[in-house]
């Protein structure tokens, strides 16, 4: 069964940097995208934005692009979430998923997602 | 940039009711609308894929239809492991959506 295995829970202040993880298998990092969701506490799931790890074609979902950066190392089959300055409004739970592009479009397999605070 | 929107925001229901949820696409969408499944403290499970497909594993009580805006998941005989959020999904022009979410909980 393949899975995606994400970096633990981050507390972090404003204006800190921070980098996340998801780790999945070597045929997942081949062959399809992985995406990257919001979960705000309380609130619904938001799309990021989604990257091909095997040419590092990204895709940001507009209110995203600047905010965030995604990217993927193909010799870990792993792929990052991170920010440069964050901000209280990123306080959320992020997952990362598979998506498969090309017949169904849809996240098939989910990470179990990383809880992110930041907090003065 | 399309919007999907889901009706109602929050459902309450008993064991063995039918229950229906609606997603309406702002566009013409086709077929490509999918559906999750997400419990408290969990991530979301893909539930169906292509309007109407349901995805491996996935109990024959669930079902959906709809095609172009409109589009219906259904519960036929709702049980206690049902009890979640729901949400739609769609992906097009390099950018992907969710609905808001409809909370299913128990009367």
């Known amino acids: 069964e393949e899975q995606l295995l994400q970096s633990g829970a981050e507390v972090k202040k404003p204006g800190e940097s921070l980098k996340i993880s998801c780790k999945g298998s070597?045929?997942?990092?081949?062959?399809?995208?992985i995406g990257w969701v919001r979960q705000r506490p309380g609130k619904g799931l938001e799309w990021m934005g989604i990257?091909?790890?095997?040419?590092?074609?990204?895709r940001y979902r507009p209110s995203f692009q600047g905010q965030v950066t995604i990217s993927a190392d193909r010799s870990s089959d792993t792929a990052y979430l991170q920010w440069s300055s964050l901000r209280a409004s990123d306080t959320a739970t992020y997952f990362c998923?598979?998506?498969?592009?090309?017949?169904?479009?849809?996240?098939?397999?989910w990470g179990q997602g990383t809880k992110v605070t930041v907090s003065p | 940039d399309i919007q999907l929107t889901q009706s109602p925001s929050t459902l309450a229901a008993s064991v063995g009711d039918r229950v229906t949820i609606t997603c309406r696409a702002s566009?013409?969408?086709?077929?490509?609308l999918a559906w999750y499944q997400q419990k408290p403290g969990a991530a979301p499970k893909l539930l169906i894929y292509?309007?109407?497909i349901l995805h491996t594993g996935v109990p024959s009580r669930f079902s959906a239809s709809g095609s172009g805006t409109e589009f219906t998941l259904t519960i036929h005989s709702l049980q206690p492991d049902d009890l979640a959020t729901y949400y739609c999904?769609?992906?097009?022009?390099?950018?992907?959506?969710f609905g808001q979410g409809t909370n299913v909980e128990s009367k």
């Open positions: 998923a598979r998506f498969e592009i090309g017949s169904v479009f849809v996240f098939d397999v």
């Open positions: 070597r045929n997942t990092f081949a062959k399809y995208w």
């Open positions: 990257i091909y790890p095997s040419d590092s074609d990204t």
């Open positions: 566009e013409d969408v086709l077929n490509w």
């Open positions: 292509r309007a109407s």
């Open positions: 999904q769609h992906y097009d022009d390099y950018s992907g959506t």
